[in-house]
């Protein structure tokens, strides 16, 4: 998971090309969420809950032999946690005291052989891609990724039972959009007129000839894992969110994470080409109707996409409780922390450090990207990732200044890792997902 710098394809979009040769400057921002970094404040034990982990590690727990992707919590509070080894999916149950469930696959873990060499990479690159897990209201398991068939990749979505087995009821599901190269990176459980359907988001790319636009990518699916054609017809839905270059390069589009928002629209997130002829990399934001057509109340045509002034990523979203999202990833070629607030309508919160965003550049030593946003019933946001080769932990007030009564100041920088996930449990404390550990935090 170390490997964070953005790979480039032989054609280079030209703004990008010219803001690696000249960086541009970033918008203007808070002045307590961008100044200079608190020195590191070691962890102590009044933040990290010692009843997690019973190996004598002290709220830390370690994983087994996997590249950690995303978890997810059951209603009787196991943790679940999806990865990759060896061109294996790998999932992990844990109890909550962070021991290994005995009662899931063996020993706690269970492996699934799948064609492709890498099941949770998208091209075989980590900052394009995961795997993505949820858990259904029955207690079944459904993971995503992707699968080789033919030398293309399509989205894989496999149903797991509650003692790890693969669901001979869902079956191994692969789903193809364009005829190239696809990849599922969440999954999410909808309610549809009383039937539990999953969706799942991700990216797919055309096969043209000389050169492959990315476009997002979402599907949804029945519970026998057939597509249900009350969704767009066929099941699933490309959306071109930014355009090519000037110049013909491709357009980039990588949806990364979704949320379903209680209305039943679906909101995904990720990265995507501003324009036609500003073909920077930004933060691209759609809204789908139940239906999955593009939701018009939101920026107008459903589609938002913003920037930071370079190459921006978006990685995380998340509904706070008064309807506005949370957009979280990396901002510039210098690769900031960054963070958005959007209204319900897709419009840039204003109150929220005076423009509806922020950026951070927190480590001299390194890339930096926030990973995975939560959101807190006060209106708070909690954001994990990492900067250079420390975890990042920060909690963000609804005006955009980091929360004082967090821990260090407000962000928890003192810890080796790259933050990859974040759960709130319904107690409060958070529990955060690391490629070789997951740590559970007290609440402040």
């Known amino acids: 998971m170390s490997n964070r710098i953005v790979l480039f394809k032989l054609l280079i979009p030209l703004s990008i090309l010219l803001t690696l040769i000249f960086p541009l400057s970033s918008v203007a921002l808070a002045v307590d969420v961008n100044a200079p970094a608190a020195p590191e404040t070691p962890l102590d034990t009044d933040d990290l809950d010692t009843d997690f982990g019973g190996f004598g590690n002290g709220g830390i727990v370690s994983l087994p032999e996997m590249d950690a992707e995303a978890f997810a919590l059951q209603s009787d509070e196991k943790i679940v946690v999806v990865g990759e080894n060896a061109g294996q999916i790998v999932v992990a149950r844990f109890l909550q005291d962070g021991s290994p469930d005995s009662d ?6 269970r492996t699934i052989q799948v064609t492709g060499d890498h099941p949770c990479e998208y091209r075989g690159k980590k900052e394009f891609s995961r795997c993505g897990i949820t858990i259904q209201p029955d207690g079944k398991i459904v993971v ?3 699968i080789e068939t033919a030398g293309k990749e399509n989205f894989l979505v496999m149903r797991l039972t509650e003692n790890g087995g693969l669901d001979p009821t869902f079956g191994f599901v692969q789903t193809d959009f364009k005829g190239n190269r696809d990849h599922a990176n969440d999954v999410a ?3 549809v007129d009383g039937e539990v359907k999953i969706v799942v988001t991700g990216t797919a790319s055309d096969d043209d000839l000389f050169d492959d636009d990315n476009y997002f990518a979402t599907a949804r699916y029945n519970l026998d894992g057939s597509l249900d054609t009350s ?8 959306t071109r969110v930014g355009e090519a270059g000037v110049f013909g390069e491709s357009a980039w589009n990588y949806a990364r994470d979704l949320v379903i928002q209680p209305d039943n629209k679906i909101v995904v997130a990720g990265q995507a080409t501003e324009t036609v002829v500003n073909s920077n990399l930004e933060f691209g934001v759609v809204r789908y109707l139940e239906s999955g057509e593009l939701d018009d109340t939101f920026s107008g045509n459903g589609i938002r996409v913003f920037g930071f002034g370079g190459t921006d990523d978006a990685r995380g979203i998340s509904l706070l409780p008064d309807g506005k999202l949370a957009v979280v990833g990396q901002a510039g070629s210098s690769s900031k922390l960054a963070a958005a607030l959007l209204n319900a309508d897709g419009s840039s919160d ?5 423009n509806g965003k922020f950026d951070r550049d927190h480590s001299s030593s390194g890339d930096e990207s926030l990973m995975a946003v939560a959101s807190q019933p006060d209106g708070k946001f909690v954001a994990v990732g990492y900067a250079g080769d420390k975890l990042v932990l920060m909690r963000v007030k609804p005006d955009g200044n980091l929360d004082t009564s967090f821990v260090n100041g407000g962000i928890l920088d003192s810890h080796d890792g790259f933050g990859l996930d974040l759960i709130i449990q319904p107690d409060g404390k958070f529990l955060v997902l690391l490629g070789d550990s997951m740590m559970r935090l007290n609440p402040n």
């Open 104 to 109: 899931f696959g063996e020993a706690g873990i």
């Open 144 to 146: 995503v990724g992707d």
């Open 231 to 238: 969704f767009k017809g066929t099941g699933k839905v490309t």
């Open 189 to 191: 459980i909808q309610l």
């Open 350 to 354: 204003d109150d929220f450090n005076g």
